[in-house]
């Protein structure tokens, strides 16, 4: 694991522990992973830190003479309810690690446990907690829902209502669409948009786990319960307690587990992995897949009685083909945020001829294909405007439909159709002008003109 840069600020911990040796040492190895730790090992010297102390985050043995884990953890969220707190207890006080977890802590280790173990969950659980912070500020600043989702279009108008309308609710939500057209920023407006906004977002993308990891990483497990669990382990679902799990790509999830995650949308109750006892959790479950799961029922890969669990509400995401007047508004705003990441880049607009091949583009990975040809333009173009020298070789050779000019639907004025048609021309070779004037029989000056006209008539 990496320790944190030296030039960014280092996160203060302060570790709370009755055996001095104990709390010096887990405060003294964190500065090896970035982190600040000071310790503390009694009662009177904790409560006093946490109420006067700046800290970013708390780490505290359960058992303290005259308090105890619980009581510092209840004064912490009190005082600061965003500031992650993690416990560390021996095995036999499991159960109070459990209850702690079920109170707010972000999560709980058994001794002895390894400090890099402790800074992997301590940089989640600052990262998540940035995240609140940020979802919070923004809810405060803007005053409008959903104000990170880019789209004014009527399809994207009518998913935003409908997010409006069931974010606020525990029933289970299931995102369909293609890849890339943004399912998990719907997700997290479902959650930022709720009353659970300031617990937990748990996402996890159930194609990127093997299978035999995936039941544990969802819902923990016990120590010694296979090779390799040498500590309890909570799973995502308590991680997710009165917040919102995000399960991405449900559609890879294999039979077996569909059969457990059933079980849990039933009782709402999960069973770690080699454990005999269940645990209750209050959690919002999203799912998404760009598959067909109707289909994917017939044909015996997904479970019926779950799927029809999860499709409670249902929110179809239109491909970004079926939204071009989001275009301009993607681009602007993906220009902007690449300028922020490139500011050596020279480029701070697009071509009128870029803009139309963008338009007309099939746009086969939607947003997230346009936000990356987005970057690629403001890394490579050569001026402040990106003209179609600067765009990839297959975006000038590819049009929808055959490469056959499109019209649409509305009968468009003649000088409209010249420029059109002067693009598309273009287009097909590649950007080169001269030849471009040749095929179509025309000089340069109106090949120009051509480019330039727009139409100002109206119907």
């Keep these: 694991m990496k320790a944190r840069a030296d030039a960014e600020p280092k996160p203060r911990v302060l570790v709370i522990d009755d055996q001095p040796d104990m709390a010096e040492t887990v405060a003294e190895s964190l500065a090896d992973f970035g982190f600040r730790g000071s310790a503390v090992c009694h009662a009177q010297d904790a409560i006093r830190r946490i109420n006067q102390a700046d800290y970013d985050a708390l780490v505290t043995d359960l058992r303290i003479p005259a308090t105890d884990g619980l009581e510092l953890l209840a004064l912490s969220r009190s005082i600061s309810p965003e500031r992650p707190v993690i416990v560390m207890t021996a095995f036999s006080g499991i159960d109070t690690a459990i209850e702690s977890i079920r109170r707010g802590a972000y999560h709980y280790l058994t001794k002895p446990f390894k400090v890099a173990e402790l800074a992997l969950f301590l940089n989640r659980a600052l990262e998540e907690s940035a995240l609140r912070r940020e979802a919070k500020a923004l809810r405060t600043v803007l005053h409008r829902p959903l104000a990170t989702i880019i789209g004014e279009s009527r399809a994207m108008q009518d998913v935003f209502e409908l997010v409006r309308r069931v974010a606020d609710t525990s029933v289970p939500a299931l995102i369909l669409g293609e890849t890339g057209t943004g399912k998990g920023l719907i997700a997290r407006a479902l959650h930022n948009e709720s009353s659970r906004a300031e617990h937990s977002f748990v996402s996890v993308n159930c194609a990127a786990i093997p299978d035999n990891l995936l039941e544990s990483e969802l819902f923990g497990h016990v120590r010694g319960s296979f090779t390799g669990a040498s500590s309890d382990r909570v799973g995502l679902f308590e991680q997710a307690h009165h917040g919102t799990i995000f399960l991405d790509e449900i559609a890879e999830m294999s039979s077996g587990l569909q059969s457990k995650l059933l079980h849990v949308l039933e009782i709402g109750r999960v069973r770690p992995v080699g454990s005999n006892s269940e645990r209750q959790v209050d959690v919002r479950i999203v799912a998404a897949t760009h598959r067909d799961l109707r289909e994917r029922v017939i044909q015996g890969q997904f479970r019926e009685d779950l799927l029809y669990r999860l499709d409670v509400v249902s929110i179809d995401l239109p491909a970004l083909r079926h939204r071009r007047e989001d275009i301009p508004l993607l681009i602007e705003h993906f220009l902007a945020s690449s300028q922020k990441r490139h500011p050596q880049s020279a480029v701070t607009r697009i071509s009128r001829e870029v803009m ?97 006209s727009e139409s100002t008539d109206r119907d």
Excluded at 391 to 418: A, C, H, T, W, Y
Excluded at 431 to 445: H, P, R
Aim: net charge positive; charged share 25%.
């Design 356 to 452: 139309d091949v963008f338009l007309n583009a099939p746009w086969r990975g939607n947003v997230r294909e346009l936000e990356h040809v987005i970057e690629r333009l403001v890394l490579l173009a050569r001026g402040q405007e990106a003209t179609l020298a600067d765009l990839p070789r297959n975006m000038l050779s590819e049009s929808p439909s055959n490469n056959e000019l499109q019209f649409g639907d509305k009968v468009i004025p003649v000088r409209e159709l010249q420029r059109r048609y002067a693009n598309w021309a273009l287009q097909k070779l590649s950007g080169a002008k001269m030849a471009t004037c040749e095929a179509l029989g025309i000089d340069s000056k109106t090949l120009a003109k051509w480019l330039r």
